[in-house]
Each structure stands twice: as C-alpha cells, then as structure tokens.
C-alpha cells in the first residue's frame, strides 16, 4: 500500500509540473516533429473522445468541477507566463517520447514504451499481489489508454513517411451555391487540401471558365489552399452550375454549386440588400435610393443630366458614403465630357455634348460600411440631324491601339444608319495635339473598321477621328479619340511604371564588351498580322544584336514565284517594329522581310513570311438568328434573337423597329450590343412593331435577319401583387370571417380569385400552413369553417390572374376562434378609391359582417394626413356605401377609414387605406355628356392607358347595373358609351366608370333633375332640329318702287332648300317674282316689281335642311300693305320724273355779304338738246334782256342774282327733247322779303364792325 501511495503522489506531482509549466518551457521541448504529434494526439484523442467510459473519467485526478488555471506562477505565487493548455492525460507519454526521440527512430514504439516503462522500477521483483476491484479497474483503464497511445504514435509515424503524405485532393470546405439580383457580384469560396497542393480549374457548366481573357467577368484567386471564383455584374446568362476541379498526381476530385441570378421588372424595388453592421461607427447604414432617373433620351450635342436622391439612415457626422457611376458596368471618372456632382443627397452626372459613345446602361452605386446600392437606368443618344438628306451619319467610338514610334492602329465601329445607300468607306483624320488643322490620312477610303496610319513624328501626341462615305456624301466625324502619344511601347511601359528606385549614393562601374559600330543582326518573329484587299500589315521584333544605338528597318517585298526582292520603305526607314503596305495588288501572294540598320550598315534579313494572299481575311457577319419579341411594358419590348454562327471579332448588333405596314425602319440602339437581348424603349404604345437584327465587325455588316412577327407594344402580364389587410370581420365557435383587399398591382390581368391558407398557433409555436379553399375565391372575404373552438390561427391570402399566383399576405395575428359578444357593428371591409382628383377622391367599402345586436343604419368616414391626426368628414351618417370626400389640399397624401353604427353605436374603425396622393394625373378624362344628332342621350369616357385585358365597367351609385334595359354599353378602343334607352326620372343618379388593369383610371357623373330636363330638351331639338335665322323677313322698298323682301339663315349646310310661299301658295319664279339664295352668305332675297291690291297678304320663307326646318314670315295687310303701295307707287313716279331734266335741288336764295340775293337751283340729268329758260313775273328773260346777264351756271347750279330784293316772282323752266316743261317758281312776298332784309342788315352790321 504504501508503494501504491508513492505511485500516486509521483503521479500528482506530475499533473502538478504539467498545469504550472511555463509557456516558455513548453515551446524550448518542442520541435516541428513534436509539434505535429501534439496536434495529432489531441486531434485523435478529441475524435475517440466518446469512447472513454464515465468510470475512467472518475479516476481523473483532477475533479470536474475544479477549474483549471492558465496562468504559470513560481513559489511566490508571482505571475511569470501563460500556459497553452493541453490534454492532461497524454502530457506525460508526449514528454516521454519527446525525450526518447532519437532511440525511436531505431526501435519500435511499443519497445521504447515498455523499456522506459519498466526502467521507473529500478529493484523489481516478482510477487503476489492481491488487488481490489477498484484497483483492477483503475488498471484497466491505464493498459486502455496505452494501446490508444500507442496506436496513435504509430498512426503518426506512418503519415510522417514520405510516401504515407501524398494524398489526393479533399474538398474541406465546399463552395456554396447563392441567389443573386442581376446586375450584383457573386463569389464562390472553397477549401482543398490535398499533397502535392492540387491545381484548380473553374467551370460553367462544364466549360472551361478563363478568367484572365474575361478579366472584367471572372477574377480568380488562391492564396494558403483557398480558392475564390467573383462573377461581376451577374447578368440572367451567368445562371449556371459552376464546378471546381481539383487535380494532383493523387487523383481528382469536384465540387458544385449552382448559381441563380433573379431578374426584376423595372421600378420594383428590392427590399433585401446587403447592409451590415459597421464596427468602426458602431450603426448599420441604410440606404435608401430616391428620385431616380428613368430610362433618358438625347440627342447628339445636347447635355444631359442623370440624378438621384440617396438616403443614408443614420447620419453620422463627418461621414459621407461613395458615390460610384457606371456605364456598361464600367466605372466612370471625370473628364470634359463627363461630370460629376455630390451635394451631399443629391448625386449628379452630367453628360457634356452628348455623343453615341455615351449611350448605354447607367449605374448609380452608392457604397457605405454596410454595403452598397445601386439603381441603373438605360440611356439612348440618337443621332444629329444630317447636313445633307441620304448621308450616313457619324461613325462612333474611335480608339487607338498597338501605337510605336511612327505607327498605331485607328479602329472604330460603323453607324447603326448607313443613309440612302450602303457605306462605301471610311476616312481617316488626324491631328496634333496644339494644331487645329485636321488632316486626311487616306486619299481612297478604307472599308474595314480598322486602318493603320504611318508617317507620326515621334514623341508628338495625335488624335483621330473618322468621317463615313456612301453615294449621297460624306458623314459628319466622329468624336475625336483620346491622345495618343507616338513613342516606344517599352518607354510608354517605362513611363507609366513610375519613378525609379530612389538615389542609393552609389554608382557602379561594370566592364562591358564595346558595340559602337556593331550591324544589327536579323530582326525575329516576323508576322503579317493583317491582311485586307487595301493593306498587309507586318509586325516583328527588334534584333537581339543591336549595340546602343537606335535600331530602323527596311521592309522588303517578293511576288511569290520570283526571287525578286523589292525594298518598299526606300527613302526612309522606320522606326516602329510595325509597317503597314499599301498598294498591293489584290488577288496576288506576297512573301515579305525585314533588314535592321543603324549607323554601322544593314544586317542580314529576317526570316521570309510565307506567302500572303492580298484579300480580306475577315468575313462578314452571318445573319443573327430568329427574332423573336415579348412584351415589356407600355413604352418598351424586349427583343431576343440568335447570335450569329459565323462571325469573327463581332462587334455587336443593332436592332431596328418598324410599325408594321409602313416600311420604316427605325434604329433601336445606335451603339452595338454583344447580347442576344435587349430592351428597346421609346415606342408608342398600341403600335403593331415588326424588328429584325443585323451584326456588326470590322469587316462591316451583316444582312438583315427575317422580320420578327408583329408585336403590339403593351405592357405584359405578370402576377399580381400580394393582396394587404387581411382582417377579422366575424368570428363564432367554429368558423371566422375574413376580409382583405385586391392588389394594387393586377399584373396587367384581371384577378381571377383567391385562396387562403391557415395554421394554428399554440404557446408561439406555429405549424405547418395548410390550404382552406380548393377553388378560388371571387370577392375579397371568406367564411373558413371547421375551426376548434379557442384555438388560435393565423392566415394568409394569395391572388391568382392568368399569369400565376401571388406571393401570400403578410400572416395575420394570431386569431382565437370563439363567439364576438359586442352590441356595435364590426369594422367595414374592402376599402377602395377610385377618381383620385387634386381636391378630392372617392371612398367605397362593403358592409360589416359582423351587423352587432342591430342592423346597420349608417357610416362615418376618418381621413387624415399621413403624419396628421384623425378627423371625420360629415357630421351626419351616410347610408351610402361610398363618399366622395372634397376639400383636399393638392399634393398631400391622405389615408382614409370608416366607421359602421348600429342603435347601439359606432363600431370600430376599418383598417386604413393606403396614403393617396391628391393630384390629377396628367391625361386625366372626366366622362362626358353627349346628345348626338338623333338626339341620343349617352355618357361617353375616354382611356389613353388601356391595356390589353383591361375593360370599362359602368355602375350607378357605384353598384353594378340591375337594370340593364336602362342603359345599353357601347366600348370600341379606349372609348366606352353608355346610352340612355329612355331617359326620364328613373335614371337619376351617379353614374361611374372604372377601367380594370389600370393605375385607378375612373370618373364619375351626376346626373340631376334639372341637368336631365336640359338634355331633354337639347334631343328634342336634335330630333327636331330648326334651322336659326340671324334675321327674321323683312322688307325694303327700292328704286323704281321695287319691293324687296329678305331674310339671313344663321346656320345651314349646301343641301339647304329654300320655299317660298304667299298665302299658304307656293310661289315660283316669273315675270313678277325675283328669287335668290346666296349661300355663301345666307341671305334668302324675292323682289317684285309693283304692289297690287292682289298682294295683300301673308309672305313665308320656308326651310329645308335634311332633317332641319324653317321658316320666316311676314304680313302685309290693312293700312301697313296700303302705305307700303302708296310709297312704291310714289318712288316709281319719282324714278320716272328723274329720267328726264330735273330738279336737284329746287330753287331757293342765299345772301350774299354783299347783301345781294341770289336765286338758284341743281339740275340733273341736262344734255345739250335740253333748253333752260328763266321767267321773271311770268315773263320770259330773253337773251338780249339786262336780267340775262344775271344768270350764271356752274356745272349744273343755276344762279340768278337778283340784286336788292323786290317784289316779285320768278320762274325757272327747263325744256328738254322730252317735250316736257318742267317750272319752278319761286315768289318773293313781304314775309320773305322782310327775312331777306334782316339777313342783308345782320351781314352789313357784322361788316361794318370788323376789325378789317
């Protein structure tokens, strides 16, 4: 016993070393090979850890609930290090073997561990001993865990054999298949281990991925047995099964991961976005992207601005997130036609001079230590008007490559429209960079989308530009191409490498073998790198024996079949390692070489090419594939089509739209896209467009691909949107009732149904959902049956139209299933608004279902702003299950609820509408009123957003039609009219028409007593219409004592037909009766010549105007008919008197200043043969009397001074070829006499006075 208690003490002062050994101990014992078994054991002895029994745990020296302490401390209990904690129980054989390392190496694990087991007990001997069955199994358990030990020493020694380390590959860590938003970044992850390390290789679906060719694709990295695979800017194509192949000496092996990318309609908004949390602020930033640009268009030289508003929640100060713009995945940086603007919350990028170069799909990213958002946008540039009609227009995207000393490489892409013929070539310009001069590099156009230009002057830098031709003229240039400098491609390398190594303070001398004067030797690789019907294009590299000085090339030339070699660069050598030979015949094969020079002399040549056909070896395009269309939206199609099978470096396809039967051809895109998709924008909606594709590279382009079938641009059909407000209207012991609203979405088809799903929920924990209806629902509410009395459920709600279902609702709470006990009526239930206005809106609801302990008697209706408090429109209950609720202010969102009463009062609200944004949409229609010509009554609405299922639905007092003989519905197009059968005091009311697959287009009309009296009376006049006169008959007595009677129509048409009618006679045009209608002026006009007594009576102007009449009179009897013939009787002897000589102007006297009076008299109508005699007291004055020479004429006015007035009268005859004597007598009596001389009198006193 007491050598068993010294066992157990040497035991414990063991485990007593092992726990308070310093970690500086611990690492001088170990080595690499040490190290590595400590891994092992504790790896191994972890993995059997299961398999030691719960009694060899109670013989662990150290008890469970003893806490292990890993602080090393000396006998001053002083802290000195820290402890790496190890397994207690293999410490001590570790050690051992630790000690022993070299003797292992010679003998066998099991030897060494008996020998130094058994070397412990130095006077051993042989003896009897009688043990307890503690102690046997406490032995036990000591021989159990040395084989262990054992078995994993020798385990270790067998993978630490150089042949036992190779294995083959091992996936630890398989990638991860992931789901994606197109247009984000994905990466795969993985680990392999395996020796020798395993070589990688990524596939797409089992083709070879190579990552360094599509750099702006695929970047792949490995560092320590971990491999990555980024997939940028995930497009729908790049939905694929991804495979990592690990490949070694051992073996290979794969692992998989399947890679979905999830596409999204424009304008919906993905709510699951990368945001994290930001240890280095301590907040997760959310990012919220507003006020987004849409899809833009532009035209060449204008500028455009593309913006957003960007929302970072929360704010911290000083910070600020990135803002990054994109086109076409590619970011962008400032630049004169680039700019770009952050405000702080608002981001801007201004193009400057728009160009086809800037058409694309733009990107707004915004970064923060959360994450990223992003939203993209397509923009369109279409071209410049041309200068001259049939030109083709720009070429665009014109780039510099392989430049050297003399030489670079001008390539472009050709215009999406060639103009009225087909492009016959291209010029080149070019100009130095501080000139303004551009000059032409080719005199014969080039038809490849490519052209070397030689002859550049080292170290100046050049831009270019390229000019299209066809048979109509030369095209505007393109946008000049960036700088490019002509200069060495090492000393560009050198120079874009940066600064050298800094100044050491040194500098070393070195021997080197003298090369002035060496001859270059042949120049290496000699290659014709392209070759077209106009140029070859060589290339090489510099010899490799050159000496210090610059090294220039002669190019040499042979027909092929002759030993002719012809030097081409005769006058002056070049300098780049590139030469570009022109003038070459077609058709002819060319052997070429190359002759280094310098100072020293030529070298020998370079090895010959082979022989080179002058031709193009680049074909063109084969026609794409099959077009095929689909519907997008109201202004857009999505337009696939097969990508060319034969075509080498394609540079894209254009896509071109046409209505259909117009034969225009309009291009979608005026810049190339590599897909096989895309979107065309900015078409007119309901128009039938037919597209076709062609393809594009250097060599020019394709032909046309077949015509797409006709296509109508209209937005497609989707799923609806989940339908919201999902609540308990009614619930019993064993059933509920549910209500919930449509989608705000219909996805462009009508909602079919619903259906309902539920599940019960017990102490928070739910079960699995389960299907309640078979066939779809109709309405928008259900009575889900069958329930268990006080249980709880939740339920959900999905809509079904002709494209599939929807996603579910949001579940509901969890509802208890047990009897309402309330007296007041439940909340109203699918709450709609239709007629969205400015200043108003319409609200319509169903009834409760839940009635309480009476009937319903009315409702109240709550609306507030969206931030504002609750308020009630009316003060009286409405019985009415709509109200129109007014007074709204312009631009403020408004949520409205309503209330349902009963006798024993008002129930609780309804769940609130959505916030609706008062305003008037732009294309708004009211319905209008209309009375055709037939006098037909109808309400007549117009849709300008029709969509392809939508359908106009009329209802009065926004109920569906009960009557429908009342009204009949007539819809065509976007155009709906409901007529009136028979309009009277029944069809009072509001009548309202909504049109289903619409943002809410709807419009109602009241039709009120006295509005329906006035339409009434507007049919009848249309039904019996009545030509208007501007003027009623009147009559007009004209010379000769002509009657004329007339009348003016105020409107008619040329079929207008005139009666006319005395007496109830109709009367015709004769030798009494004149007749005329003007109908340019309207004006109705009957003359005759003389009024008889027979003409007394009644004249009528009657009208007839197809369907329209008139008529306009006028009665002429009595003394009104005889004055009206006494005046025309009188005119028409006047008419005749004025036929002969007559009087003007009777004779009368005037006074003259002189107080002389004179007689006198206008007379008309004189000829020669007419005699004029004067009387004076009934005497004739002769010619030779002294009165004659008082008698003057002046044209024809007679005077006669008579001198001082006397007594007297005088008479004027006038005696003409008529025989006629016509007298005027004039008697001077003592009245007139007396007013003679007063007048004299006043004339002499006013003389008499004058200041003259």
């Known amino acids: 016993m007491s050598k068993s208690l010294k066992l157990q003490k040497e035991q414990q002062q063991r485990d007593l070393e092992t726990r308070y050994e310093s970690s500086y101990h611990q690492g001088s014992l170990s080595s690499v090979n040490r190290q590595s078994y400590a891994a092992y054991v504790s790896s191994s002895s972890s993995s059997h850890g299961h398999k030691i029994s719960k009694k060899e745990k109670k013989l662990s020296t150290l008890s469970k609930k003893e806490k292990r302490s890993y602080l090393a401390v000396d006998k001053e209990e002083e802290v000195i290090g820290y402890v790496v904690p190890v397994f207690r129980s293999s410490h001590l054989a570790t050690q051992d073997l630790m000690e022993t390392q070299e003797e292992v190496k010679e003998e066998g694990v099991g030897y060494v561990v008996m020998r130094n087991l058994f070397s412990r007990e130095t006077d051993f001997k042989m003896r009897t001993v009688k043990k307890s069955r503690e102690t046997s199994l406490r032995e036990s358990a000591e021989r159990l865990a040395l084989s262990r030990k054992m078995h994993e020493k020798e385990e270790f020694q067998k993978k630490m054999n150089p042949d036992s380390l190779t294995h083959p590959p091992e996936f630890v860590v398989k990638p991860r298949g992931q789901t994606v938003w197109e247009g984000k970044s994905v990466t795969l992850h993985c680990t392999v281990a395996g020796w020798p390390k395993p070589r990688v290789a990524w596939y797409k679906n089992n083709v070879l991925i190579d990552a360094k060719s599509h750099p702006e694709k695929y970047v792949t990295e490995s560092q320590y047995n971990m491999h990555s695979l980024e997939i940028k800017n995930c497009s729908f194509s790049d939905t694929a099964e991804y495979r990592i192949s690990a490949l070694n000496v051992k073996g290979e092996s794969s692992a998989f991961a399947p890679v979905i990318i999830k596409r999204f309609k424009e304008g919906e908004e993905v709510t699951e976005r990368p945001h994290g949390f930001s240890p280095e602020y301590g907040v997760t930033f959310n990012t919220t992207i507003i006020d987004k640009f849409d899809v833009s268009f532009g035209r060449e030289g204008e500028t455009m601005s593309l913006g957003c508003t960007v929302i970072v929640y929360p704010t911290v100060k000083r910070y600020q997130p990135e803002i990054v713009w994109y086109r076409n995945g590619v970011a962008l940086s400032p630049s004169k036609w680039v700019q770009m603007h952050w405000s702080g919350e608002r981001a801007t990028l201004t193009l400057v001079h728009l160009n086809k170069e800037d058409e694309g799909l733009y990107t707004l990213r915004v970064n923060t230590k959360s994450g990223f958002d992003t939203h993209s946008a397509y923009v369109f540039v279409r071209d410049a008007d041309v200068e001259e009609e049939g030109v083709p227009v720009a070429p665009l995207d014109v780039r510099c490559h392989d430049a050297n000393k003399d030489y670079v490489v001008v390539t472009w892409k050709q215009p999406a429209v060639e103009g009225s013929s087909s492009i016959i070539g291209y010029f080149i310009d070019r100009l130095e960079v501080g000139t303004h001069h551009w000059t032409q590099c080719n005199d014969t156009p080039v038809k490849y989308a490519r052209f070397p230009v030689t002859g550049l002057n080292e170290g100046r830098s050049y831009t270019f530009r390229v000019r299209a031709l066809n048979n109509s003229g030369v095209s505007r240039p393109s946008r000049a191409s960036d700088p490019v400098v002509a200069m060495d491609p090492s000393d560009r390398a050198r120079l874009r490498a940066g600064p050298s190594a800094p100044w050491t303070g040194m500098i070393k001398f070195t021997e080197e073998d003298p090369t002035v004067g060496v001859v270059p030797g042949p120049s290496t690789d000699l290659a014709v790198t392209e070759a077209t019907k106009s140029y070859v ?24 079949g002759t030993d ?101 051809w309009v291009p979608c895109n005026n810049k190339p896209v590599k897909g096989t998709r895309f979107v065309c924008h900015g078409l007119n909606t309901m128009d039938k467009c037919v597209f076709r594709v062609k393809a594009v590279n250097a060599a020019g382009y394709s032909g046309s691909s077949a015509e797409s079938e006709a296509c109508i641009v209209q937005a497609s059909i989707a799923v609806p949107s989940p339908p919201t407000g999902v609540t308990l209207q009614e619930r019993l012991r064993d059933y509920m009732v549910l209500g919930w609203q449509a989608p ?18 017990k102490d928070g924990i739910t079960s699995k959902w389960h299907e309640i209806n078979l066939q779809a629902v109709t309405g928008t509410s259900y009575k889900v049956t069958d329930l268990k009395e006080n249980v709880f459920y939740q339920f959900q709600v999905r809509a079904v139209n002709r494209a599939g279902i929807s996603e579910s609702s949001i579940p509901t709470v969890p509802l208890e299933c047990k009897e309402w006990t309330v007296a007041v009526p439940g909340p109203p239930h699918g709450l709609r608004v239709q007629e969205v206005r400015k200043d108003s809106m319409v609200l319509l609801w169903e009834p409760p279902t839940f009635n309480g302990r009476s009937a319903v008697t009315g409702y109240y209706v709550d609306y507030k702003e969206e931030n504002g408090k609750w308020r009630c429109v009316q003060e009286r209950s409405t019985k009415n299950t709509y109200m129109k609720v007014t007074g709204l202010q312009e631009g403020v969102s408004y949520m409205l609820r309503v209330h349902a009463k009963n006798l024993a009062g008002v129930g609780g609200p309804s769940k609130a509408t959505d916030a609706i944004l008062a305003e008037t949409r732009p294309g708004t229609n009211e319905i209008v009123v209309d009375v055709d010509d037939d006098g037909v009554i109808s309400l007549i609405f117009e849709c300008s957003d029709l969509k392809a299922n939508s359908q106009f639905v009329w209802s009065k007092n926004y109920e569906a039609f009960t009557d429908t003989s009342r009204l009949t519905i007539q819809t065509a197009g976007g155009r709906s009219r409901a007529i009136f059968n028979d309009p009277s005091l029944e069809d009072l009311g509001t009548y309202s028409c909504f049109v289903t697959n619409t943002d809410g287009v709807s419009a109602s009309y009241t039709l009120t007593e006295e509005g329906l009296k006035r339409l009434l009376d507007i049919s009848h006049d249309h039904q019996f219409p009545i030509i208007p006169f501007k003027s009623e008959m009147a009559i007009e007595l004209q010379e000769k004592g002509r009657v004329r009677f007339w009348a003016e129509v105020g409107k008619f048409t040329s079929n207008c037909q005139v009666e006319y009618v005395f007496n109830d006679n109709i009367i015709h045009e004769g030798k009494k009766y004149t007749m005329n209608f003007n109908k340019t002026t309207g004006i109705i006009e009957m003359f005759m010549d003389l009024l008889e007594v027979t003409d007394e009576g009644t004249f009528t102007f009657n009208l007839v105007d197809g369907k329209a009449t008139g008529r306009t009179s006028l009665v002429l009897i009595g003394e009104e008919f005889a004055e009206l013939q006494k005046k025309s009787e009188f005119e028409r002897a006047e008419w005749v008197r004025r036929q002969g000589p007559h009087f003007v102007e009777y004779l009368s006297f005037e006074v003259t200043p002189e107080c002389d009076v004179h007689l006198k008299c206008k007379v008309g109508n004189i000829k020669p043969a007419t005699e004029i005699a004067w009387f004076k007291d009934g005497i004739e004055i002769e010619e030779d009397d002294e009165d004659a020479k008082k008698i003057k004429k002046s044209d024809e006015v007679l005077i006669f001074d008579i001198g001082k007035v006397r007594l007297g009268w005088a008479v004027i005859r006038l005696c003409s070829s008529w025989d006629s004597i016509i007298c005027m007598i004039i008697i001077m009596n003592a009245f007139l006499l007396n007013a003679v001389f007063y007048i004299c009198y006043r004339l002499c006193y006013a003389k008499s006075h004058s200041p003259l």
């Open 537 to 560: 294009v060589l290339s090489w590299k510099p010899p490799i024996q050159r000496g210090h000085e610059g090294v220039m090339y002669y190019v040499e030339k042979c027909l092929v």
């Open 744 to 761: 705000a979405k219909t996805g462009g088809a009508d909602i079919r149904g619903y259906y309902l799903d539920y599940r019960t929920v």
């Open 564 to 664: 002719t070699w012809q030097r081409v660069n005769t006058g002056m050598p070049v300098k780049s390692p590139r030469f570009a030979l022109f003038d070459l015949a077609e058709g002819k094969s060319y052997s070429f070489r190359v002759r280094s020079c310098n100072s020293a002399g030529v070298g020998e040549p370079s090895e010959e090419t082979g022989a080179t056909t002058v031709g193009d070896r680049l074909d063109l395009p084969s026609v794409p594939g099959p077009v095929i269309p689909i519907r997008n939206t109201d202004t857009s199609v999505v337009v696939c089509w097969g990508a060319s099978k034969e075509v080498k470096n394609l540079v894209g396809y254009y896509i071109e739209v046409s209505v259909s039967g117009s034969g225009v």
